[in-house]
Every structure is written in C-alpha cells, then in structure tokens.
C-alpha cells in the first residue's frame, strides 16, 4: 500500500480542504459561507476531514477483501469512550496547516471551532476509554479491525453541581447532528428476544432446534471510522441502532395480537435509549441483559457475513479469518450466539460448532470485585433467550463432565467452576462462561492478572493455565500527548524527532537532557503552559482563581470508595486543621478533583457533596486560601481530562491496594510528567519498575496486606481512631458538621461508615484511615520535593521518558503476539 506524504492525497484523488469545506457548507447544509454559524462552520470543517476519512475506509474495505492472511480483530464492548474526533482526525491525518490557514482566513482558530464538537461519551471510565485508545492503536500499526457497541441515544450523563450535589442531566450527544457516522441500513440485521426453542427431526435423522415464535428488531449499523497516525487503515467503531422491523406490524394486528405489535416497537425504542451509568458495578437489570444480546447477536452476524463475503459459505475456518475479544464479560453471549448459529442455522455439529467458538473467542477480564461481576438470574435468561439457556446448559453439562475428570469428582471444584450458582435464585455466572469457552484469558496489569489466578479464577487456572496471560492496559499517545499537550509535544519532536508519536519508548531519548537545565526550564515552561490554561477554564467554569505557580494536585476518575477520594480529601481537612493552627505549607497548593458518581450509588455522591463543602470552606477563608485552593470540575469526560490531566504536577493514584485492576489515567499523568502519589496496585506497579522508587511516591498497605487483614478479620479502624489524634480530629469534625453548619447530620454516614460499617460488610472496608498515616508522609516529602525545583523537573523528565511502556500500541502488539496472532496490512 503505498503512503503518501500528504494525507489529502489519496486512492490518487486530490481532495482541497478548502473547497471541500464550501462545497459543504453550500450543498450539504445549503448556507451561504457569509451567513453560516459557527455550528455550520464546525460541520463543514468535519464533513470536509470527513471526505478524506472516508478515502480512507475505502481503502481499507479493499485491503479486507484482497488480504485473506490477514485475521480481523472484532472488539466487543458495551462501550466505547472515543470523546471528540475532528481535532484528533486532523493530527492522524496530518492537515493541521492547511486547516488552520482556512479558519484564519474567516478570523477564527482551530480551537474555538474543535471544542463545539460534543463529546462521543458511550462509555464509563477506564474500561470504555481503552476499547477507544485501542482502535486508535490498531488503524495505527495497521492491524484491520471491528469494534462493535451500541448507538445510544443517551451517552453518560451530563454532571452539574448544584449546593455542591451531584446532578445528572440526559446527553443528547448528536442534537446538533453528528458528522463522523455512516449509516449502512443495508447491512442491517435482525435479532430475535424471547419465543420458545422448538425440536425437530431433520432429513438426516438427526436432532435439531429451531428458535420460533420470537419478537424482532432490526439491528442497523453506523460506521464511524477510526483514523490511525499516518496510516491509510481506519479501525470501524460499528455502532448498532435498533429499529421496528415494521412501525406498526399489521399483520399481528390482523391476528389480532396487538401486545407483540407493539411491544417489538417498543423494544426498538427503549434498547438503545441509554448506557448505563454504572462503572464496575453490577445491577441485574432485564434491559440491560437485553442491550447485551442486541448488539452482540448483530456483531455475530456481521462477522459471518463478512467471513462468507471474504471466504465463502464454509464456516469451518471462522477462527483464522476472525478473532473476538470480549470486553470484560458484557458480550458474553456471542458464546451461545456463536453456537446457536453454527448449530441451528448453519448445520455443524455440537463437536465441529464448539471446536470453532473455542478458537475464535477470548475473554478481559476487568475486575476481582465481586459487586462487580455479572451474575444473571437463570430464569430472567431462560425467558428472553431459552434457545441459548439451552445451549449454555449443554456447554456447562460437557465441561462440568471435564472437570470431574480432571479433578477426581472433586465437589467443591464442580461447585465453584459450573456456569450456574444454586441458590434461591439460580444465577448465570457470565465470568465462569467466559472461562470456559474463550481460548485465552488475560488480565490488565500484571497485578490483577496474579490476583485473578490465585481469587476468582484459581479453579479456571488450575484446569486451563495455559490460557491466561497478561495484558497490562495502556493509552494512545496521539491523543494522550500530541493533542492534549501541544506545547510539551512540541519540546519533545524539537529535541529528539517525531518518532515518538508511532514509538512511544523514544521518549528514553529524552534521559540526554537530564542535567540540561535550558531543556527543563523549557518543560517548566510547558507545564506552566497547561496550568494556566487549567487555571482559565476552572475561572470560567467555577468563578474560582487558582494560582498557576501552586503545586497542582490532581485525583480525576470515576468516584468510587475503592478508588478513595475519601483518604485525599480526610487529608486536605487535616492540612486546613494546620493552617488553622497557624502553621504554614512550604508551598502553596492547589487539589483538584474530577468524576462522576453513578446515580444509584449513595456514598459516592455523599463524597463528592463533601469534597465541595470542603472547597467552600477553605477557598472562602481568607488566610488558608492564600496557601489552600479546593476545586472539583464538574462533568469529568474526555475531554476535560484533555485539559486537565497536562496541568498535573502530582497525580494520585491511591486505590486500595489489589482493588484498580490497571488504571490508565495513571499513565496519562506519567506521559505527561506529572509525578505520581499511588499504593502498589494495578499498573502502579509497573510504573514503579519503570520509572524507579526515586521518582514515585510509592505508600501504603500491599495487596498482599489487605487481603490477609479481610481474610482474618484483624482490621480495627476504630483502634486507629482512638490513637492518632490528627484523624479523630478530623473525623470528628465530619460527624459534627464543621463543613455543613446548615445540615449537620449530612456527613454521619461517612464517619459511621468508617468506623462501624454501617454501609458495608466491615468497617472502613478500603482501608482509609489504615493508609493515612503513610499518605501524610508521602506528602511531606512531595512538598518537600516541589520546594526544589531543578529537582523536581528532572524526576517529571525521568517519568516522561520512562513512560514508554504505557502506549496502547505495546498493549496491541502483545494482544497480537500472543492471542489475535495477525499481520499488518
Ligand atoms: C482515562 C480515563 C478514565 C480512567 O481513569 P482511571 O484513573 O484509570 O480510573 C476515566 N474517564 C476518562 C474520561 C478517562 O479519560
């Protein structure tokens, strides 16, 4: 495939931004260029990137049909956290100057039109983010791949703070119109919910199924296509949208069965109505499982189509064409999808169907928290899919037949590796599934993956060890630090070359400036660059003035107690507590906050109200703020982290230890030289080993620590309380409304949550005030640290340069190396 040095020249056409961008601007929006808005402007600024996007696709629909070496790599996930394209397009595609020239010549920059742009937000956190930084990795190395998800009419909710309260808003993400999409309602496809599975004898004489009496809805797809660096590959985000197979289905209604008219009608309308708002939570609910199946049986049947358009009717061959990785275990179901089609609709046998699912499918897991994982109620399964409870049954009945062999009848074994739970209610656990039917298993940090083989899946790794292997999570450096940080991007090309941008582990190159104090004053610069932009948008924002010369001290990601926000903020309190006392911080500082609660999730909100109680406090006393700022950002998503993440002096990462299965944000932090606060948990742990216990601020319990004090009920936080007086103090002064003068009740769930478990299992069940004593520390030395500046800069330099490891690209090509086992185009 031959690169061309100008992105716009390509399949031999020459497509002129400008021209593209009236011809827009006349024909698909019918404005005049005079009159148009700025809302036109950045619509015709897309559809013109856009054309050259779409070259590229035509490219790559070429090279599918041509290369049948080369394995598709399908990525099913419930979401896909791709935030905003048109400046990220542009970079990949290189038309950065030629766009600039063009919106100059109407007085207006690049920026003022990228940021009307709403943010694609289908996703969560961490989980949806990475399904995004990995198309972007593999349209980069040129691997050719499908992600598959939903078009959700609603993404993640919109966050406001009202009186320092979360508020969730609906976010219609494409009431303005969305210009990155292609319907393709020819490829659309049908799936069926509910009926009833029906045998028959067929002409072979053998005993077959048929799946009858069902409710329809027709699955449609929208193509965005995803841009790699320099790449004339795109990856495919396919996003299903659900849609009555008839508006209204007269001949039900001749039958006068009106329920089922209406209720398929109904299903198209509600299916892909929302996401879900729950970030490693696990909630049963009947839509939710349907939302599943919907785009899982749709992506199932796109890929055996495409492997029939590529190969032909012969379906024995599925696992060298096609591989499918399961995000977490939300696609479950393409297991027995998978199989029912072999099986019912394409005629192989139970053998021949199992051999090919079983080569063709592989499973992430996500998370060891057990609130986390999918556990379905039997029956809820059975009557939305009874064909596929059927199969499920059959493949557990074979397996637990496997595991009595290999175990010597071994009961507890059988009980803990079957696909169901007994109980009251019988439950489908979607983990055990996936473990038994996916040809590899990975974790997403070295950590979690040992976690993983000696908890939850220790039975799984005692009868298949050779399936699991790790994956340590990474992000894509396009958008991680060539978009989000031009002013330190640029230092870097100007130093050591631009290979960086595809070769992440160049950045070491940057050790030769290590003692260069020209260089580091030029990356002082840089972050001080990115802090007063930080500063600007929280003044616009919050109508608050942070001082860009203070220590910016940054914990953004989703709220959650395992994550604990609440251990950053008991500490903030205690450092006011100094001030008060008239001691003065050795620098001043500035600590930030950002993330949503999901809605359901009480103490999560019952933190986020108080981390704003805090800011209101110390920001409205007129001698702590001179030393002390607090500020939570509303709406925390993609591209707020874009400007967030790049102004970072410290970034905390302080989950309890073997809780944060990877964490990614960590490593946005790392590449961007912010020095990290974190325990040794998820990839922490290999940012250490990279980066060197000099240049980290390693604290806390250990994995290991933690899990023993559960397993022994040995952990007293009440003891704790009573001897350290700086956290009595301070706990004591939540429980008493200190924060809350109006409402002095508020916060007595946190303090009796800490220390009685009123809401959990335990008492202070994540450890905060176990890990406080050390996290103060810690911070006595970063403040110590930030007091040297020369010194400090060098160790932002050392994580810079030491931050190679954490591209999505390394993560791609080990996910190629030893479980895709593909070739670039
Ligand atoms: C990277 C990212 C995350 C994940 O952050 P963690 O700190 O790893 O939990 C969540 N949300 C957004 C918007 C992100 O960009």
New binding site residues.
Partial sequence: MPRTAKSKHINGKFLEIPKQFEYHLNHTLAEHKEHSTFLQKFLAISYSIRDLVAEKWLNTEEVILKRKDLRIVNYLSMEF?IGRLLYNNILNLQVEDEVKELLASYGLSLNEIAILEEDAALGN??LG?LAACFLDSLATLGYLSFGYTIRYQYGLFKQEIENGFQKELPDDWQKNGYPWEFPKPEEAVTVKFFGRSESYIDEKGHLKFRWVDTYDVLAVPYDIYITGYNSDIVSVLRLWQPRAINEFNFAEFEKGNYEKALYEKNLAETLSKVLYPNDAFFQGRELRLKQEYFFVSAAIQDIIRRHKRRFGNDLSNLSQSEVIQLNDTHPTLAIPELMRILLDEEGYSWEEAWEIVKNTIAYTNHTVMPEALEKWEAPLLQNMLPRHYQIIEEINARFLKDVSEKFNGDLQKIINMSVFEEGNIKKVRMANLCSIASFSINGVSELHTEILKRTVLKDFYEMYPEKFNNKTNGVTQRRWLLECNPPLAKLITESIGDKWIVDLYELRKLEAFLDDSEFLEKLDQAKMWNKERLAKYVQDKLSVTLDPASLFDIQV??IHEY?RQLLNILHIIHLYNEIKEGKHLKVPRTFIFAGKAAPGYRMAKLIIKLINSVADVVNNDPVVSKQLKVVFIPN???SA?QIIIPAANVSEQISTAGFEAS????M?FMLNGALTVGTLDGANVEMLEEVGAENIFIFGLKAEEIEEARRKGIYNPFGIYLENEKIRRVLDMIRNGYFNKDNPELFVDIYENLLYGKFAPMPDQYFVLADFEAYEQTHKKVEELFLNKAEWNKKSLLNIARSGKFSSDRTIEEYVRDIWKTKKV
């Fill in positions: 956290l956190g961490g983010r990601k989703r994550k925390y998503n993609v982290a964490g990614t944000g960590n946005k």
